[in-house]
C-alpha cells in the first residue's frame, strides 16, 4: 500500500508562487511515475504534471510556470507553482503510478484570487 500526504495549498495572489508538496509512504518504487492533476469547480480532473525516471511532463497552460521535481531519498514530488493565475485555482491531487497501480492523496486546495 502507498499513502500520499499533500501540503502547501493556500490563497495566493495572482502573479505570487506557490510549492506543493507530497510526501509518499509505504512501498514505493523509485522508478515509479509521480505527479500531479488538479480539478477545478466544474471541470474535469487534468494532470498538471509529471515525472519519471527524470523526464517530466507538463500541461501546456503550466509549461514554462510550473517546475515539478522529486527527493527519491524522502519519496517526495514538489511543484512549484510561479506566475500563477486565477484559473488555477483548483484542488491539486498527487498521485504515484506504480506496478501497474494508481495511488491518490487527498488534494490540496490551491486559490488564486486578489
Known amino acids: 500500500q502507498v499513502q500520499l500526504v499533500e501540503s502547501g495549498g493556500g490563497l495566493v495572489q495572482p502573479g505570487g508562487s506557490l510549492r506543493l508538496s507530497c510526501a509518499a509512504s509505504?512501498?514505493?518504487?523509485?522508478?515509479?511515475?509521480m505527479g500531479w492533476y488538479r480539478q477545478a469547480p466544474g471541470k474535469e480532473r487534468e494532470l498538471v504534471a509529471a515525472?519519471?525516471?527524470?523526464?517530466?511532463n507538463y500541461v501546456g497552460s503550466v509549461k514554462d510556470r510550473f517546475t515539478i521535481s522529486r527527493d527519491n531519498a524522502k519519496n517526495t514530488v514538489y511543484l512549484q507553482m510561479n506566475s500563477l493565475k486565477p484559473e488555477d485555482t483548483a484542488v491539486y491531487y498527487c498521485?504515484?503510478?506504480?506496478?501497474?497501480?494508481?495511488?491518490w492523496g487527498k488534494g490540496t486546495l490551491v486559490t488564486v484570487s486578489s
Open positions: 498521485y504515484v503510478y506504480q506496478y501497474g497501480m494508481d495511488y
Open positions: 509505504g512501498s514505493i518504487s523509485r522508478f515509479n511515475t
Open positions: 515525472i519519471s525516471s527524470g523526464s517530466t
